[in-house]
């Protein structure tokens, strides 16, 4: 047996779909490269997962194992909890306990973990790992842009609340106005508990023996260097997409592998192949993103407004939302579906904007896949990755919501037209095309994501 091939990877990631699919699509390339992993999951999350973790296929899992600890709230997570406070505390206790116990499990049957790659927003993770004595490398699933922010907070090196009349000038970003901050940072006193957790990420980031972010080098450049230099040895290892829609290394690598929610795959692409190259808009706000009927029907209004084709993602909880009789009264230039699947409809041709909330992991598909971008952000990270789309990548357009925190359906007609027809949409494609040259340059054989990651493991192996 190969040396590496001993090395045993633990990957515990927080259990929402945005932070599961960076970290898994992180350990298909570990197991890609040889090591063993196992992913470690919420026996909630478990229940949850589409089909069943025993009903994925082999293209989506290849050998990585399973298990599960517990949240303290198996029958269904977060939703049980009165409150976001109680969930992460009771997580906190019964997770440290459970995820121990798991270690000593494995310690005992001939595959002992050797590292333990966590999602930072579980900080108690590295307290356990160092308990038991393994290697621990903690994975930011947001930018490295977002990240420092919240460990320059922490460091009391970013002072809050902020000053609202002046920008913000922070090392190695652009200035940014307050508004562009991370919510929880813009109006803390609206998010405490988010708050609390975004800075206790980095209150024993000391300790960790490895500090991963999903993000790549060309993307972040100043601000990976800035932290490289000031904080700690930072690793870029992004974007963490499916080798297919990349760098095409591995064919059987062609989607994340567990879904909490249930695909339409089939009325999406066949209503896609049916329209002309670069003629759609695509919509989608996330699995997790609510808004309120006004700003629905404003949404609604605008692609109606646009006169261009739309594919619409609304969440069965949102439909009702719906303008009456939308769907049937706009049939002729629009779909609107309750899931798809994302990173088919992104790489479809017939694509040519995505309108999307911005959250890291739509941001790094439709950067990977050339697709520019109508940002819409609502909170936490996504008012920062829409700066950053508009004003520094120029890859997109920023729709600008009115004095009551609405988008109106004619910003978001005229974003969508621009980008489509107009002249402004022509250098945002150009962009777009680099930028995705560029994603797939990283983590492409001796990139430089491809690169650290080699490194890791080296290092792993020979401890």
């Known amino acids: 047996m190969d040396k590496r091939e001993k090395a045993h990877c633990l990957v515990l990631f927080y259990p929402v779909q945005g932070h599961i699919n960076p970290m898994l699509q992180f350990s298909k390339r570990l197991e890609q490269k040889g090591l063993k992993v196992t992913l470690v999951t919420t026996r909630s999350v478990h229940k949850a997962m589409h089909g069943g973790a025993g009903e994925q296929s082999p293209s989506s899992l290849f050998s990585i194992a399973l298990e599960t600890i517990s949240d303290g709230y198996d029958g269904g997570g977060a939703s049980q909890a009165e409150s976001i406070e109680a969930y992460l505390d009771c997580f906190r206790k019964i997770g440290s306990q459970c995820l121990a116990e798991l270690i000593e499990k494995l310690s005992g049957s001939g595959h002992p973990a050797d590292c333990l790659v966590y999602d930072p927003c579980m900080s108690w993770a590295l307290d356990v790992a160092k308990r038991v004595g393994i290697a621990a490398a903690a994975f930011f699933t947001v930018s490295c842009t977002v990240t420092n922010i919240f460990s320059l907070v922490h460091n009391g090196l970013l002072k809050l609340p902020l000053n609202l009349d002046s920008e913000i000038l922070l090392p190695g970003l652009p200035p940014l106005q307050p508004s562009d901050a991370p919510s929880f940072i813009y109006v803390p006193e609206s998010y405490p508990a988010f708050l609390k957790l975004a800075v206790d990420q980095f209150s024993n980031l000391d300790k960790a023996d490895w500090v991963f972010c999903n993000t790549f080098y060309e993307l972040e450049q100043e601000v990976v260097e800035y932290w490289m230099t000031k904080f700690w040895p930072l690793r870029t290892i992004g974007p963490t997409i499916p080798s297919m829609y990349l760098d095409k290394r591995h064919e059987d690598n062609k989607e994340y592998g567990l879904s909490l929610l249930k695909l339409n795959s089939d009325a999406c692409m066949k209503w896609l192949n049916a329209k002309p190259k670069g003629s759609v808009a695509y919509m989608s706000f996330g699995s997790m993103a609510e808004h309120g009927e006004e700003q629905m029907e404003e949404l609604g209004l605008g692609l109606r407004r646009s006169k261009r084709y739309f594919l619409w993602v609304v969440r069965a909880s949102e439909l009702v939302k719906l303008p009456k009789g939308f769907a049937e009264e706009t049939s002729e230039k629009g779909l609107v579906v309750s899931w798809c699947p ?108 491809d690169k650290n990651i080699d490194e890791f493991i080296a290092e792993l192996v020979q401890r």
């Open 342 to 449: 994302q990173l088919e409809v992104l790489a479809h041709e017939a694509v040519g904007c995505f309108v999307t909330h911005c959250g890291w992991n739509s941001t790094l598909e439709a950067l990977s896949l050339g697709v520019p971008m109508v940002a819409v952000p609502q909170w936490a990270d996504q008012s920062t990755n829409a700066k950053f789309i508009m004003d520094v990548w120029k890859i997109g357009l920023k729709a600008l919501a009115d004095e009551k925190g609405i988008v109106r359906g004619e910003e978001i007609a005229h974003c969508v037209r621009e980008i489509l027809d107009g002249e402004r949409g022509k250098e945002i494609r150009k962009n777009a095309s680099k930028w995705k040259a560029l994603a797939k340059n990283a983590v492409d054989e001796g990139g430089s994501s």
